[in-house]
């Protein structure tokens, strides 16, 4: 195995993680708060922090890779892949670790209006994560050729 065919392994790897990561702090918030008891809340945002030791590294691996592979490329994929890896990295530093951290002390206790804020900012600073993720995804795919692009235009058969 070369060490290009590595490289891209680990991205492909880091990535999913860090994606399937965020997906199931995004899917256990909303599941326990909507079905879960104040236990269940608690619980759940008690251990999202201990998740940060999986995504972190495995978001900081996929950055560094993913600019390894795309080097001086000017592909237009590449470069979108580019553009939104600092934006995400950055939603995750700025304002996804500070409200996991709040959001884990606070639980234990009155769990008033400024919990449910930062916890509506963490759902939709998630959320965009998840979406800029899933087109990295995507414009990944589409450049190691596993999908290709569909065609948007609708043939119509005039007879």
Do not use: C
Not at 93 to 117: E, K, N, Q, R, T
């Amino acid at each position: 195995m070369t060490a290009r065919v590595a490289v891209r392994r680990m991205h492909l790897a880091a990535g999913l993680v860090a994606f399937a990561t965020i997906a199931v702090f995004w899917t256990s918030t909303v599941a326990v708060e909507l079905f879960g008891s104040p236990a269940d809340v608690t619980a759940v945002k008690q251990a999202i922090p201990w998740g940060l030791f999986v995504l972190v590294p495995a978001v900081a691996i996929t950055g560094l890779s993913g600019f390894r592979l795309g080097g001086r490329s000017t592909n237009a994929r590449v470069l979108a892949k580019k553009r939104r890896m600092p934006v995400i990295a950055g939603i995750g530093l700025v304002i996804l670790v500070p409200a996991a951290l709040y959001l884990s002390a606070a639980s234990g206790g009155d769990v008033g209006g400024m919990f449910y804020l930062v916890q509506a900012i963490e759902l939709l600073a998630g959320a965009t994560n998840l979406t800029l993720m899933s087109l990295n995804i995507r414009d990944g795919l589409r450049l190691t050729g596993r999908i290709q692009r569909t065609s948007r235009t609708v043939s119509i058969d005039r007879h």
